[in-house]
């Protein structure tokens, strides 16, 4: 499953300092705007503690983890949906990606200047949140003007398409964004055609100084938290020059540098999850002694939507799943007890997959 993520926020703000601490890459990271034009794109593996509990009772050759594309979008600014600042390329950037990161500067500086003069979370948020509005606005406008004539000539699909366009219309111009929009299931299938830039889940990074990782009065991030918190969004707090230390060094010496700062471990680790979960995405599991592997599904799938993500093969020749969770392999150390223990199930179509499934399945084409 072929899954991707845009970093977005103003100019300056450590967007491409964390993209480049999350894919280890070198991407200019300069204090002047539009640093960054074309899109960075990076393969970044999710962290996942429970595919090393695996190894530890399945011996394998080959460990696999799940991964999403990060994609490193240019700095927007005030106007960007008229054009301003290059703002119509960087716009349709987001389109393409599944999820956003926002990334916002909640660190003051002499040596980095802020387009705005100074820093202010809130302020800087809406003023992304109002040119992303303002691009799904025009959005809606062209196609409720395209859809309205045949609309007229009663094509019901057309007055379905019409009725949720005006009302997406109207929440964009009460100032909201479509992701918090009420839809029916159906609306959102519909949505999906769309590509609207606020329809895609959003978490917000708050970029704060090194020395503020480890002191609880830094306002600027008091002051984000509280606005995530009235919107019910997820914020994950970082260093962006912290991570790219963090990034520099081995592994092994990691877990001490952490350490150092009172944490347990990298926010970008913690960033990557919550992009993780707000794709709406779990994980199964295949173990043997080959490979060890995570996937990526989203929740409610079936045993074949899950076989399918191996292999279209998988799905379409589906007989069974046996199939058991990672709790159970922890509890019994290995397969054998689990079977002995009558843990071990077999599963047909129906079987709604969870997370932390160890599945083997059986298929024939």
């Known amino acids: 499953m072929s899954l991707s993520v845009g970093i977005i926020g103003l100019p300056n703000v450590g967007k491409s300092t964390i993209f480049n601490a999350l894919?280890?890459?070198?991407?200019?990271?300069?204090?002047?705007?539009?640093?960054?034009?074309?899109?960075?794109?990076?393969?970044?593996?999710?962290p996942d503690k429970r595919i090393e509990q695996i190894n530890s009772y399945i011996e394998t050759e080959k460990i696999i983890y799940n991964s999403i594309e990060?994609?490193?979008?240019?700095?927007l600014v005030k106007g960007a949906s008229?054009?301003?600042?290059?703002?119509?390329?960087?716009?349709?950037?987001i389109r393409n990606v599944d999820a956003i990161i926002h990334v916002v500067r909640c660190f003051d500086s002499k040596d980095i200047t802020h387009v705005d003069g100074n820093v202010n979370p809130v302020r800087d948020i809406e003023t992304i949140n109002t040119e992303l509005i303002l691009k799904d606005i025009e959005s809606i406008d062209k196609r409720i003007n395209n859809v309205s004539k045949i609309a007229k000539s009663g094509d019901k699909n057309a007055k379905t398409e019409l009725d949720l366009l005006n009302k997406i219309n109207n929440h964009l111009n009460e100032g909201d964004l479509i992701i918090n929009l009420k839809l029916t299931a159906e609306e959102k299938v519909m949505l999906k055609s769309f590509a609207l830039l606020t329809s895609k889940p959003m978490i917000f990074v708050a970029n704060i100084s090194d020395h503020d990782l480890m002191n609880e009065n830094n306002n600027h991030s008091k002051a984000l938290l509280e606005y995530?918190?009235?919107k019910n969004k997820i914020v994950v707090e970082l260093s962006g020059s912290i991570e790219m230390e963090i990034a520099g060094i081995d592994k092994e010496d990691q877990l001490e540098?952490?350490?150092?700062?009172?944490?347990?471990?990298?926010g970008l680790n913690k960033m990557i999850r919550s992009a993780y979960k707000i794709l709406n995405l779990e994980?199964?599991?295949?173990?043997?002694?080959?490979?060890?592997r995570a996937w990526s599904i989203p929740k409610g799938a079936s045993a074949p939507n899950a076989a399918g993500v191996i292999h279209t093969d998988f799905e379409r020749g589906f007989i069974k799943a046996e199939v058991y969770n990672i709790d159970d392999l922890i509890e019994f150390k290995n397969e054998e007890s689990i079977k002995s223990a009558g843990r071990l199930r077999q599963e047909g179509k129906d079987y709604v997959v969870n997370d932390g499934d160890i599945i083997f399945f059986k298929f024939n084409v």
């Not at 540098?257 to 990298?266: D, Q, T």
Request: glycine share 10%.
């Open 23 to 46: 894919t280890e890459a070198k991407v200019a990271s300069e204090n002047y705007p539009f640093c960054t034009i074309d899109p960075n794109h990076g393969i970044v593996q999710v």
């Open 70 to 75: 990060f994609v490193d979008i240019a700095g």
């Open 82 to 93: 008229t054009g301003e600042g290059l703002g119509n390329k960087f716009l349709s950037q």
């Open 228 to 230: 995530a918190t009235s």
């Open 257 to 266: 540098f952490l350490k150092e700062y009172g944490l347990e471990e990298s």
């Open 283 to 292: 994980t199964f599991f295949t173990a043997g002694p080959k490979e060890i």
